[in-house]
């Protein structure tokens, strides 16, 4: 029992870990974004740049971990469905992150009007 309340915990932990690994991610793309908007187009490439390189890669690899914690959990006897209920949470998050990643600096690029607070 004990063995199984460990493999519980640790995947919840690993969850909200994850959840707050996506929040400063989010919040360093606006940083970053909102810094480009002052700096014109070549700083909405690099933006563009950045995004294609580190925080869409980064988000792949949240993805590929919820679906190991998935496994994990899938194979845990007795395993909550409250945690399937969070992974699901996670992924779509996830998901919907990695597209703001990849629309946002093309959408600028294409309109660079745009307002520092339009996301």
Do not use: W
Not at 39 to 47: I, Q
Not at 70 to 83: G, K, Q
């Amino acid at each position: 029992m004990s063995g199984n309340l460990r493999l519980t915990v640790d995947i919840e932990n690993e969850i909200k870990v994850m959840g707050k690994l996506l929040m400063r991610l989010r919040s360093s793309f606006t940083l970053e974004k909102d810094e480009a908007l002052v700096g014109g187009n070549e700083k909405l490439v690099e933006l563009r740049e950045r995004s294609r390189t580190h925080y869409q890669p980064l988000c792949g690899r949240m993805l590929n971990d919820v679906q190991l914690l998935r496994y994990r959990s899938s194979r845990a006897e007795d395993a909550p469905s409250s945690i399937f209920a969070r992974m699901d949470k996670l992924e779509k998050a996830i998901k919907e992150t990695l597209a703001h990643f990849s629309g946002t600096p093309n959408r600028l690029l294409r309109s660079p009007g745009q307002n520092a607070g339009d996301d």
